[in-house]
């Protein structure tokens, strides 16, 4: 006895460090403190023990592995001692046979209450990082659903990023949400659950459910098996084990409810893991909240610029079929016949006109709202829109021909660039009242080569800024190359009118 303690401390102490781990690995830690008590002692077999295999942690650890189940009955020395993490019972571990040593001393349950201090201290660890980690990924988890929302163009999209991202983060089986019901009951009309999706979309939680009654009132359901609990009514329910119902709730409004089950069998939700999830419930809610907030705002500026076309349309289009039903009646009046055919030609000018406006009128309706525009005859309306603040009007627009498909990208960019020149000079002249854009593609150019034509006419006075009004002044001829524009202005008594052209 007087030479051992010595040694036997020697190894305590490595059996200890060794234990303690740098890596954090729960597993690997154990099997050290475990063939450490089996190695000091002398023992046949250690093992550890997990009172709730449930919890964290592996349920029974052996060291070494015995190849054979101990008799029962077989007298064998035996030491156990509890593995305390905290306050709390984790497990015990366990000696058992010591061949030609008889019994444990008080010295073995000495060392063995070492080994089980250290393994208790090394399980607490474990937790500690593995609850820091989850709570990591639920931080990470809730902050990329968020963006993801406030991104997010379809409302239906938006529930179904909030499912999958929660059935990813609490390793469930799906990830459902739920809204009310105009019965008072509950509706799935969103789900994420890969291994059985069938049938989830359009089930129901009855009215008067006892889980109604919580969710409705904001407060979460934990079931600890939704096949068997009485309180759940939907068909799918026989699929799933345990599960968390969080309800989708921001200032006081309750949207609807976040569902995490798992498959039957499988592991309990812990109180970490619930607490995580009704957090994220909270942080998905308010997003959803905010999103939609967007999606509104969204809508009313598209209300608001419907509203202005609408305006523009009276103006432009009303006063000029007003004008033209007056011109039409003028002609009772009239005897000769050269009188009535020219009334009737400018009656069907203006008619012609009107025609093309309503159609513009048409496409900028159909305009996504917060895009900007990729065809030439968006671009045109967007830059005669700009226009249209600082003028005071609304330029009048027109289209000849197929623009969005004839006229190729540079040449689109160089007309549009000449637009703009264009409404700048107008805006620049004084007492502007009417202004007229065209773009042209349905008649050829004076060579007799096809190509586009930009006409963009003014009726105020003054030079404006130079650019492109005046003789020949903007000239954009690019020699030989096949792509080549001019830009001609003409300002008379009457108005300016300034002319681009580009073949095609």
Same mark, same amino acid.
Request: aromatic share 2%; net charge negative.
């Given at each position: 006895?007087?030479?051992?303690?010595?040694?036997?401390?020697?190894?305590?102490?490595?059996?200890?460090?060794?234990?303690?781990?740098?890596?954090?690995?729960?597993?690997?830690?154990?099997?050290?403190?475990?063939?450490?008590?089996?190695?000091?002692?002398?023992?046949?077999?250690?093992?550890?023990?997990?009172?709730?295999?449930?919890?964290?942690?592996?349920?029974?650890?052996?060291?070494?592995?015995?190849?054979?189940?101990?008799?029962?009955?077989?007298?064998?020395?035996?030491?156990?001692?509890?593995?305390?993490?905290?306050?709390?019972?984790?497990?015990?571990?366990?000696?058992?046979?010591?061949?030609?040593?008889?019994?444990?001393?008080?010295?073995?349950?000495?060392?063995?209450?070492?080994?089980?201090?250290?393994?208790?201290?090394?399980?607490?660890?474990?937790?500690?990082?593995?609850?820091?980690?989850?709570?990591?990924?639920?931080?990470?988890?809730?902050? +990329?659903?968020?963006?993801?929302?406030?991104?997010?163009?379809?409302?239906?999209?938006?529930?179904?990023?909030?499912?999958?991202?929660?059935?990813?983060?609490?390793?469930?089986?799906?990830?459902?949400?739920?809204?009310? $019901?105009?019965?008072?009951?509950?509706?799935?009309?969103?789900?994420?659950?890969?291994?059985?999706?069938?049938?989830?979309?359009?089930?129901?939680?009855?009215?008067?459910?006892?889980?109604?009654?919580?969710?409705?009132?904001?407060?979460?359901?934990?079931?600890?098996?939704?096949?068997?609990?009485?309180?759940?009514?939907?068909?799918?329910?026989?699929?799933?084990?345990?599960?968390?119902?969080?309800?989708?709730?921001?200032?006081?409004?309750?949207?609807?409810?976040?569902?995490?089950?798992?498959?039957?069998?499988?592991?309990?939700?812990?109180?970490?893991?619930?607490?995580?999830?009704?957090?994220? +419930?909270?942080?998905?809610?308010?997003?959803?909240?905010?999103?939609?907030?967007?999606?509104?705002?969204?809508?009313? +500026?598209?209300?608001?610029?419907?509203?202005?076309?609408?305006?523009?349309?009276? #103006?432009?289009?009303?006063?000029?079929?007003?004008?033209?039903?007056?011109?039409?009646?003028?002609?009772?009046?009239?005897?000769?016949?050269?009188?009535?055919?020219?009334?009737?030609?400018?009656?069907?000018?203006?008619?012609?006109?009107?025609?093309?406006?309503?159609?513009?009128?048409?496409?900028?309706?159909?305009?996504?709202?917060?895009?900007?525009?990729?065809?030439?005859?968006?671009?045109?309306?967007?830059?005669?829109?700009?226009?249209?603040?600082?003028?005071?009007?609304?330029?009048?627009?027109?289209?000849?021909?197929?623009? #969005?498909?004839?006229?190729?990208?540079?040449?689109? #960019?160089?007309?549009?660039?000449?637009?703009?020149?264009?409404?700048?000079?107008?805006?620049?002249?004084?007492?502007?009242?009417?202004?007229?854009?065209?773009?042209?593609?349905?008649?050829?150019?004076?060579?007799?080569?096809?190509?586009?034509?930009?006409?963009?006419?003014?009726?105020?006075?003054?030079?404006?800024?130079?650019?492109?009004?005046?003789?020949?002044?903007?000239?954009?001829?690019?020699?030989? #190359?096949?792509?080549?524009?001019?830009?001609?202005?003409?300002?008379?008594?009457?108005?300016?009118?300034? $002319?681009?052209?580009?073949?095609?």
């Amino acid at each position: 006895m007087t030479a051992q303690p010595a040694p036997r401390l020697t190894r305590l102490l490595e059996a200890v460090l060794a234990g303690a781990g740098t890596d954090l690995d729960l597993h690997g830690t154990l099997r050290h403190i475990v063939e450490g008590a089996a190695e000091l002692t002398g023992a046949d077999h250690a093992d550890l023990a997990v009172a709730d295999p449930a919890g964290d942690g592996p349920t029974e650890i052996r060291a070494p592995a015995p190849e054979a189940e101990e008799e029962p009955g077989a007298a064998s020395p035996r030491l156990r001692v509890p593995v305390l993490v905290g306050d709390e019972e984790f497990g015990e571990l366990r000696l058992t046979g010591r061949p030609g040593a008889g019994p444990f001393t008080a010295e073995d349950e000495q060392l063995l209450r070492v080994l089980a201090t250290q393994a208790g201290i090394s399980i607490g660890n474990a937790r500690l990082y593995e609850t820091a980690r989850q709570r990591e990924r639920w931080i990470e988890g809730a902050a +990329a659903v968020t963006t993801a929302l406030l991104t997010e163009e379809n409302a239906d999209g938006a529930l179904t990023t909030v499912a999958e991202r929660a059935r990813l983060l609490a390793d469930a089986s799906a990830g459902v949400i739920l809204h009310p $019901t105009a019965e008072g009951g509950m509706e799935i009309v969103s789900a994420s659950a890969p291994d059985d999706p069938d049938g989830m979309i359009g089930a129901t939680i009855a009215p008067g459910s006892p889980v109604l009654e919580q969710l409705l009132g904001g407060e979460p359901v934990f079931l600890t098996d939704s096949a068997t609990d009485p309180r759940m009514t939907t068909h799918v329910r026989h699929r799933f084990g345990p599960s968390m119902m969080l309800p989708l709730q921001a200032n006081g409004r309750l949207i609807g409810t976040l569902a995490l089950p798992r498959r039957r069998g499988a592991r309990q939700y812990t109180d970490l893991e619930r607490l995580l999830a009704t957090q994220f +419930a909270s942080q998905a809610a308010l997003a959803l909240v905010l999103a939609d907030a967007r999606r509104g705002r969204e809508r009313l +500026a598209v209300y608001e610029d419907r509203d202005r076309i609408a305006r523009d349309l009276h #103006d432009l289009v009303v006063q000029r079929l007003f004008a033209t039903g007056m011109m039409l009646e003028s002609t009772e009046r009239r005897r000769g016949a050269e009188d009535v055919r020219d009334i009737l030609v400018r009656a069907v000018d203006a008619l012609r006109s009107t025609v093309q406006e309503v159609r513009t009128t048409i496409f900028a309706l159909q305009q996504p709202p917060a895009e900007p525009p990729t065809g030439l005859r968006g671009r045109v309306l967007r830059e005669t829109a700009s226009a249209a603040e600082r003028l005071g009007l609304a330029p009048s627009t027109h289209f000849r021909g197929a623009v #969005d498909s004839r006229v190729p990208a540079p040449v689109a #960019d160089r007309l549009v660039t000449a637009l703009r020149h264009a409404l700048a000079d107008a805006c620049a002249r004084k007492a502007v009242s009417r202004v007229e854009v065209t773009v042209d593609t349905a008649t050829a150019l004076a060579d007799g080569r096809a190509g586009v034509r930009l006409t963009v006419f003014d009726d105020g006075s003054g030079s404006g800024s130079g650019s492109g009004s005046g003789s020949g002044s903007g000239n954009d001829r690019a020699d030989g #190359d096949g792509a080549d524009g001019d830009a001609d202005g003409d300002a008379g008594g009457e108005g300016t009118t300034v $002319t681009w052209w580009s073949p095609l």
